[in-house]
C-alpha cells in the first residue's frame, strides 16, 4: 500500500507560476515511475508529466515547455512546477506513482487560474 499526499494548489493569475508537491509513504520501496495527471470538470483526466526513479521524464503536449516535474528520492517527492499558466490549465492535479504491478493515486490538489 502506497499513500500519495498532494500540496501546493491555489489561486494564481493568468501568466503566473505554481510548484506542486507530492509525498510518498506507506510501502514505498521499489516504485517506479511517479507523475501529475490533472482533470478539470466534464473531462477526462489526462497526462501532464511522469518521470522515473532514474530521472528521465516524460510530458504531455499541454506541459512541454511551460511545466518540469522533478524528484527527490531521498525525501519520497516528487514536485511539479508551473509556469506561465493559462486558464485551461484550471483543474485537479493528481499524484501517481507506480509500483509493478499496481498503480496508486493522490487525492488530488486544485488549481484555479484566474483575473
Known amino acids: 500500500q502506497v499513500r500519495l499526499v498532494e500540496s501546493g494548489g491555489g489561486l494564481v493569475q493568468p501568466g503566473g507560476s505554481l510548484t506542486l508537491s507530492c509525498a510518498a509513504s506507506g510501502i514505498i520501496f521499489s516504485i517506479n515511475d511517479m507523475g501529475w495527471y490533472r482533470q478539470a470538470p466534464g473531462k477526462e483526466r489526462e497526462l501532464v508529466a511522469t518521470?522515473?526513479?532514474?530521472?528521465?521524464?516524460d510530458y504531455g503536449d499541454s506541459a512541454k515547455g511551460r511545466f518540469t516535474i522533478s524528484r527527490d528520492n531521498a525525501k519520497n517527492m516528487v514536485y511539479l512546477q508551473m509556469n506561465s499558466l493559462k486558464p485551461e490549465d484550471a483543474a485537479v492535479y493528481y499524484c501517481?506513482?507506480?509500483?509493478?504491478?499496481?498503480?496508486?493515486w493522490g487525492q488530488g490538489t486544485q488549481v484555479t487560474v484566474s483575473s
Open positions: 518521470i522515473s526513479s532514474g530521472g528521465f521524464a
Open positions: 501517481n506513482a507506480k509500483r509493478l504491478p499496481f498503480v496508486y
